[in-house]
Structure formats: structure tokens, C-alpha cells
């Protein structure tokens, strides 16, 4: 399956940003999919995933409230819908999907085979 990320963008404190990860080559619902995202300096760290098999979802304690990730199997693609942006959450935020992603390994980067390229998130304070 290839990742296409996109949504990405210039926005203030407070405001909202909804990321998408368009899949092709194969039906993204048949994945569990992650979120990602890498700041200057810092490591990659865990966002948002959820599980190819029903609505399980899992967080990061630091978007939980605040983030909600969702996919629309029509469109073959997987959100981010980002609120309450602050400049904490600038990034470079990155999908990912694995097909056989346990939800105990939800948040393991190492768990998911497919990546798409990055989306940068700029927040003004």
C-alpha cells in the first residue's frame, strides 16, 4: 500500500488543522493506521493509531482531547483532525499502516510495514 499525507500547513495557536492520508494498491480498512510526528531535534513519537479491526483507537496523553483520528473507507483514506493547536504540536506528522498491528502494539513505530512522506504542522504562538 502506498501513503500519501497531506493537509498540512501554517496555522495559530488555537486553531485547527485536519490531516489526511490517502491510501492506494490496496483497501486501507484491511490496516491498522498510525500518526506520527517528528519535531527539529526531537524523535519521532507517537500520535494517534487505530486498529483494522473495529473502532479501537488509541492516543498519545499529550493530543488525547484534542486530536481524533478517523478513516472513510469509501475514500480510502485516514484523518487527523487536530484542535487546540499550540506550538508544542509543530511537526512533521507522518501515517503509517501495518497489516497485522496488534493493539497492544498500537504505538510501536516498529509495528507498521508502510509509510507515507511527511506533512509539516506550523503553529504560530
Known amino acids: 500500500v502506498q501513503l500519501q499525507a497531506s493537509g498540512g500547513g501554517l496555522v495559530q495557536a488555537g486553531g485547527s488543522l485536519r490531516l489526511s492520508c490517502a491510501a492506494s494498491?490496496?483497501?486501507?480498512?484491511?490496516?491498522?493506521v498510525g500518526w506520527f510526528r517528528q519535531a527539529p531535534g526531537k524523535a519521532r513519537e507517537f500520535i494517534a493509531a487505530?486498529?483494522?479491526?473495529?473502532?479501537?483507537?488509541s492516543y498519545a496523553d499529550s493530543v488525547k482531547g484534542r486530536f481524533t483520528i478517523s478513516r472513510d473507507n469509501a475514500k480510502n483514506t485516514v484523518y487527523l483532525q487536530m484542535n487546540s493547536l499550540t506550538p508544542e504540536d509543530a511537526a512533521v506528522y507522518s501515517c503509517?499502516?501495518?497489516?497485522?498491528?496488534?493493539?497492544?502494539?498500537?504505538?510501536?513505530?516498529?509495528?507498521?510495514?508502510?509509510w507515507g512522506q511527511g506533512t509539516l504542522v506550523t503553529v504560530s504562538s
Open positions: 487505530m486498529h483494522r479491526n473495529g473502532p479501537g483507537t
Open positions: 503509517a499502516a501495518g497489516p497485522s498491528v496488534i493493539l497492544s502494539n498500537l504505538k510501536s513505530q516498529n509495528a507498521y510495514a508502510y
Open positions: 494498491g490496496r483497501t486501507i480498512s484491511t490496516y491498522s
